[in-house]
Nanobody
Framework: QVQLVESGGGLVQPGGSLRLSCAASGDIFSINKLGWYRQAPGKQRELVADITSGGTTNYGDSVKGRFTISRDAAKNTVYLQMNSLKPEDTAVYYC??????????WGKGTLVTVSS
């Protein structure tokens, strides 16, 4: 079992920045990928970014060049630095941990609101 706890969401103006954090605990050595997904009202959950245990990153097209995912292995934490935020980035952001080929764990989510 893996537990994930997100933090760092909130209200920010367009063009601003936020950093999300996700702390993993439990069977962390089984995790082969950590990532962030988001879900806006009335929309499907979508990939924002993920990072493998080897450090390979992958980004959704809508956030490339604006968001950066990173991880601190010593702290078992993954971060999402979000810059140049837009109103369309408003969503609940979920941390995800991938184990093996088909097991996924999810955090409870943190709300990001981009509005003036």
């Amino acid at each position: 079992q893996v537990q994930l706890v997100e933090s760092g969401g909130g209200l920010v103006q367009p063009g601003g920045s936020l950093r999300l954090s996700c702390a993993a605990s439990g069977d962390i050595f089984s995790i082969n990928k950590l990532g962030w997904y988001r879900q806006a009202p009335g929309k499907q959950r979508e990939l924002v970014a993920d990072i493998t245990s080897g450090g390979t990153t992958n980004y959704g097209d809508s956030v490339k060049g604006r968001f950066t995912i990173s991880r601190d292995a010593a702290k078992n934490t993954v971060y999402l630095q979000m810059n140049s935020l837009k109103p369309e980035d408003t969503a609940v952001y979920y941390c995800n941990a991938g184990v093996g080929t088909s097991v996924n764990y999810w955090g409870k989510g943190t709300l990001v609101t981009v509005s003036s």
